[in-house]
């Protein structure tokens, strides 16, 4: 038998199983509950107290279910266990079909094959990404009988027989030599195949094989073993005492399971090299004529050149009888041996098996982890030893006895765990596997070293006895149970009361009073649908003079709320005048987190001494209600969030001391205060607006006559966040007359001229109000918003504009004579302004900000009543001030989208969209502004890439459309085999001609995005980067998502855009994938913290915060399979694209993974 099995780098294109696999698994994982997300799936988990299916994280390869108990296991399989098909999940299926265009084709595989029915057609063509693998037989063939996964075709030569076989991954064909007559036909001495690649650049390899390279990176799309070739071998010995499923209720002999058969050689086979060469298209094999020649050749013979391809799961077998033989992924046979072979195998000896398998779980803990895989043949009942190893290298096509990773002697493998198994099942299918093996100390390996896969190895564990034989299926499964533990703890946040934050050595500080430790902890679990509970662990460590053993207390509190402060009161019998040490960690009643010492952090220390300077009192009847009858150093905080962010506490200082004639403060992280009493020994009242919601910090040393100064007094107080006294989402109903304030108090009555609508530019979790800028564009309240504007407010919303030039206003507060303020676009800028008297045109307090655009914009305008100050801030440009000296009290309706005029009467009226704005009766702060504008998520662009007009492809809804080179391919692929999502892709093939843009800027660099797509390479980076998607600035990239050339995704940036300027780039531990939708990518900048995020397929990686905000143009251009460094476009992809979107905000996690769910989704 002569054969070729084609398969594409990243799809496993091996030779299939002794009988066509069971399509048993996907069914069964469908029957379990299922949410979309991981925080919906573990609430649903909890509710249901049953494992629930994780829908975002579903592959070919991989399920996860979230557990009752909080955690998550998922399940790397090592062969596509299911496949897509027109954006939905099916069972894997290689099942061969007549198509009417007269070909065979897989039910449900990962690549788009087609086999001959017979005649002149070619044998076998396999698509990919527009790379095309054409084989063709020297002669017409007959039309063939189908057998499931197979087709065979009769007597292609006299005595000869060609068997075609196809697999969810691939494809293979042998020749089937019957007699020994055929071994003589002059047709098989010198075997002509035609073999061409469109796309693909076909070459010899070193080690006797055959490889089609992708032409842009030159790695492999298709590569070949060396051929081979096996007789039938002796039908006695081998492994004919055995046992398989059905001797356990019968005495019943099994039949030798390991014959020689058109999927592979048996045991007793003996095996031979073909010879191959390659030439301008045509395969040549020459099969070895000293075997077809030995009368002891039992036939039929097969003859079989193999293709095979790479993905990140794979395995292998090694056989000590041909030290120099590869048998990647088992030759195409279900199942293999590991042991000695019993009797008469001919020259096959002792056999070891290795599996490849993915571990994508960086920043996990890792529970458990089980290697699982299907017994499928054993000696006898005796339960005899099998081991399990981590391997320390990866296998790969060339693997053999002889460059085994390990080595022959396995010396430098780790061992995981042993079992002796005796159960056995008689076939191979996805969910049947039937012994386990501890594997959990691999999988924290492969975490700890930023592992991509790991590979593990099974031998037995007595090699010299053919007793000890088993075999075993390719069907193996790596079962992870993880979870995320705590966070290692902010030393910010770690406090001494009194002491203050967390010191170090010579910054420790000398406390007249034993301290209480205080830290706050969280858990990575915690969301707005899920609390998360834990749990600290202090310890604290000493030793005394004299002593060289440390003393250590280690003590635990209950559970609270992630988020929560947790405290310890030292005990008073520590010794004075000795370093004492301290550190703290977080546990989940599951996991244990780093402690906050670990890695290159320092424990905190201080040093108790009750001679030093005392402490003094702090008090605060906002902020610090509980503690106002107390006149000792400890803060007594309250249970309670008090006050409000951007309201004003005071807050006075008591020393303990008479001779105090200085106070030292710091709220925060904000820079230190130095106050004077008007009196040595005196108290002293500031005032301080708080900054940000949630825990405060205050620390207060008390400062001597001779400057010796205190340890700091250490006080944590809850700010609350008052909300607005009016708040309209402006996501009402199409022909709603009362635009809702979901704050309860103020519905505003709807003119004519305004509309409820999502205009395409927001997703589902956004919509917006269009005023159209005639006299009936308006909102009003029945009564006040704003009881006093004499007082703080702030106005905030998110503004479209249609004409920047026209003056129009948005927000307004009806006056006796005139509006009490008003927020409007006047000749390109945004204003603020009020009236300096409640009188018609006696002047007014006004600032202005340019910005203004036809963008959706945030706004935010305030008025600080204590510190008369108004100010304006457009989007995340600077905040412009001003003064407002004189005071006004406006007692009318509030008016969005128009303003009172003098003399009476309304103008200015509104032209553009208004979304989610708020009024607030206090000042507001940066936190609240960020929170704001992180609520509207507002879609610029979405490109599903499923048609094409005059070089564009069309953009859903008000999206403008994406420009193509003019050789890049928008491709509709007329199968659902190779399809991305939907019915089309983008192609690119890495050339300088292949790449798509944005017609128009969409991403605003002043302020937050989020651009997404889905990305599949064609072939490996490794050794040539290339770039998924960038954005464009006049000297570089700003910013590029690439695959780079260590074979990982990466993220990089500037920090700016001049020429040569410096990139920052962070690497994830994630392979790019070459199968199915690829890898779903979501670039995240937040452009108040500064921060770029890279989430691969829900997993996030941060790049350091930018030191400032990156500018590369006013509204920066998308590129599409390419980026700039200078002027001069690199790194363009060979791959790729579909369902690129781009929104201004930043989306979350909750938000990415719905994003991530397979299939088209124009309402988002």
Not at 393 to 398: C, L
Not at 1030 to 1046: E, F, L, T
Request: aromatic content about 8%; proline content about 7%.
């Amino acid at each position: 038998m002569v054969g070729l099995a084609g398969l594409l780098a990243g799809f496993a294109f091996v030779q299939p199983p002794e009988s066509p696999p069971a399509t048993e698994p996907v069914a069964a994982v469908e029957e379990s509950p299922v949410r979309d997300t991981e925080a919906e799936a573990l609430l649903a988990a909890r509710a249901l107290n049953r494992p629930v299916e994780v829908l975002a994280e579903r592959s070919e390869y991989r399920d996860v279910y979230a557990q009752p108990d909080g955690t998550l296991i998922a399940n790397e399989h090592n062969q596509a266990v299911r496949v897509l098909q027109n954006d939905a999940w099916v069972p894997s299926d290689a099942t061969l079909v007549a198509h009417p265009d007269g070909t065979y084709r897989p039910t449900a595989a990962l690549l788009d094959m087609r086999l001959s029915a017979g005649g002149t057609t070619p044998l076998m063509v396999a698509e990919r990404d527009s790379r095309v693998m054409t084989l063709t037989w020297p002669n017409p063939l007959p039309i063939p009988t189908v057998n499931g996964d197979q087709l065979v075709y009769p007597e292609v030569f006299r005595d000869v027989d060609l068997v075609a076989i196809a697999t969810v991954e691939g494809f293979s064909h042998v020749l089937v030599l019957k007699t020994p007559e055929a071994a003589n036909l002059p047709e098989l001495q010198n075997l002509r195949l035609g073999v061409t690649g469109q796309g693909l650049t076909i070459e010899e390899t070193e080690d006797g094989g055959i490889v089609a390279l992708d032409p842009a990176t030159g790695n492999p799309v298709m590569e070949a073993d060396a051929p081979t070739m096996w007789d039938s071998g002796s039908q006695e010995g081998g492994e004919a005492i055995g046992l398989r499923e059905r001797e356990r209720t019968s005495t019943t002999v099994a039949e030798d399971p390991n014959g020689a058969s058109a999927r592979g050689p048996g045991e007793t086979s003996r095996v031979a090299p073909v010879g191959l060469a390659y030439s301008e298209g045509t395969l040549r094999l020459t099969p070895d004529a000293v075997m077809l020649a030995d009368p002891d050749t039992t036939y039929p013979v097969y003859v079989d050149p193999v293709w095979q391809g790479s993905t990140n799961s794979a395995w292998a077998m090694v056989d000590s009888g041909y030290p120099s033989e590869e048998y990647w992924k088992f030759d195409g046979k279900r199942h293999e041996r590991i042991g000695l072979c019993p009797n008469s195998c001919n020259n096959s000896k002792v056999k070891r098996l290795f599996y490849r398998l993915a571990t994508p779980y960086a920043g996990k803990t890792i529970l458990e982890a089980t290697f699982r895989v299907t017994l499928q043949h054993v000696y006898n009942t005796t339960a005899r030893a099998a081991a399990l190893y981590l391997m320390p290298g990866p296998i790969a096509t060339s693997t053999n006895w002889s460059n085994q990773p390990g080595g022959s002697s396995w010396s430098s493998a780790t061992h995981l765990d042993t079992n002796s198994p005796t159960r056995v099942q008689s076939n191979c299918t996805a969910t049947n596997q039937n012994t386990e093996w501890n594997a959990k100390a691999a999988v924290q390996q492969a975490v700890a070293k930023g592992w991509s896969s790991i590979t593990l190895g099974l031998k037995s564990v007595n090699e010299g006895d053919s007793t000890h034989t088993k075999r075993f299926c390719d069907n193996a499964v790596l079962s992870v149970r993880y979870n995320r533990a705590p966070l290692i703890p902010n030393q910010s946040e770690l406090l001494l009361s009194p002491g203050g934050i967390c010191a170090y050595g010579a910054v420790a500080p000398l406390t007249s009073e034993v301290p209480r430790l205080d830290a706050t902890l969280r858990d990575p679990d915690h969301s707005s649908s899920h609390t998360e509970q834990v749990q600290a662990e202090f310890r604290v460590t000493y030793t005394l003079k004299g002593s060289s053993t440390p003393t250590v207390l280690q003590v635990k509190t209950g559970f609270k709320a992630s988020g929560s402060r947790f405290s310890y009161a030292v005990p008073k019998t520590i010794p004075q005048n000795v370093t004492i040490s301290w550190d703290v960690r977080g546990g989940d009643g599951v996991s244990w987190g780093p402690w906050s010492s670990d890695g290159s952090r320092n424990v905190c220390q201080f040093v108790y001494d009750a001679t030093s300077p005392k402490v003094p009192d702090v008090d605060s009847p906002e902020y610090l209600p509980d503690d106002s009858t107390d006149t000792t150093p400890e803060c007594i905080d309250s249970a309670d969030w008090l006050g409000s962010l951007g309201v004003q506490g005071s807050f006075t200082f008591t020393p303990a001391d008479t001779d105090v004639v200085e106070y030292e403060y710091i709220f925060n992280d904000e820079p230190s205060v130095r106050v004077k009493p008007t009196a040595s020994g005196a108290p002293v009242t500031i005032r301080w607006t708080p900054k940000k919601e949630g825990p405060n910090n205050l620390f207060v040393k008390a400062i001597d006559a001779a400057k010796r100064a205190s340890a700091p007094a250490t006080c944590t107080f809850r700010v609350g966040k008052r909300p607005p006294v009016a708040q309209w989402p402006m996501a009402d109903a199409a022909g709603e007359p009362r635009a809702n304030d979901i704050r309860g108090s103020h519905d505003a009555t709807v003119g004519s001229g305004v509309s409820f609508a999502s205009t395409n530019n927001f997703g589902e979790w956004d919509r917006a109000a269009i005023f159209d800028g005639t006299s009936n564009a308006y909102m009003v309240t029945d009564t006040s918003v704003l009881t006093n504007t004499s007082q703080s407010f702030a106005v905030t919303g998110w503004f479209r504009v249609d004409d920047v030039n026209r003056r129009q206003v948005a927000v307004s507060q009806d006056g006796t004579g005139e509006s009490g303020f008003s927020l409007g676009v006047d000749q390109g800028k945004w204003f603020f302004r009020m009236p300096t008297s409640d009188v018609i045109n006696l002047g007014e307090w006004k600032v202005m900000a340019g910005g203004a655009t036809t963008h959706w914009t945030f706004v935010t305008a305030i008025f600080d009543g204590p510190n008369r100050k108004i100010s304006l801030q457009v989007g995340n440009n600077p905040v412009v001030e001003g003064e407002r000296r004189s005071l006004t009290r406006a007692r009318g309706a509030l008016q969005l989208g128009r303003q009172t005029y003098a003399g009476g009467g309304y103008s200015d009226f509104w032209k553009g969209g208004m979304a989610d704005v708020s009024v607030f009766d206090r000042p507001i702060v940066a936190e609240d502004s960020t929170g704001l504008q992180k609520q509207l998520l507002v879609r610029k662009a979405y490109w599903q890439l499923n048609d094409q007009t005059a070089g564009q492809s069309p953009g859903v809804g008000n999206s403008p459309p994406l420009a193509l080179s003019q050789q890049s391919l928008l491709v509709k692929t007329p199968t659902p085999i190779g399809r991305m999502v939907g019915t089309g892709h983008l192609e690119l093939k890495g050339r300088s001609d292949h790449y798509a843009q944005s017609t128009n800027g969409l991403v605003d660099p002043t302020g937050s995005f989020t651009l997404t797509a889905r990305v599949r390479l064609t072939s490996s980076s490794q050794n040539h980067a290339m770039t998924a998607f960038s954005i464009k600035g006049p000297n570089n990239s700003a910013v590029i998502v690439r695959a780079n050339s260590q074979g990982k995704w990466e993220l990089a940036a500037t920090t700016d855009d001049t020429a040569g300027a410096v990139f920052l780039a962070q690497a994830t531990d994630q392979t790019p994938r070459t199968v199915g939708a690829g890898d779903h990518l979501a670039l995240v900048y937040d452009g108040y913290s500064r921060q770029l995020t890279l989430w691969v397929e829900g997993v996030s990686t941060e790049l350091e915060p930018l030191t400032v905000p990156f500018k590369p143009t006013s509204m920066s251009n998308i590129q599409l399979g390419r980026s700039f460094l200078g002027t001069t476009a690199g790194e363009h992809l060979s791959g790729n694209i579909d369902e690129v979107r781009v929104y201004n905000g930043v989306a979350d996690k909750i938000k990415i993974d719905k994003l991530r769910l397979i299939g088209e989704a124009p309402t988002i």
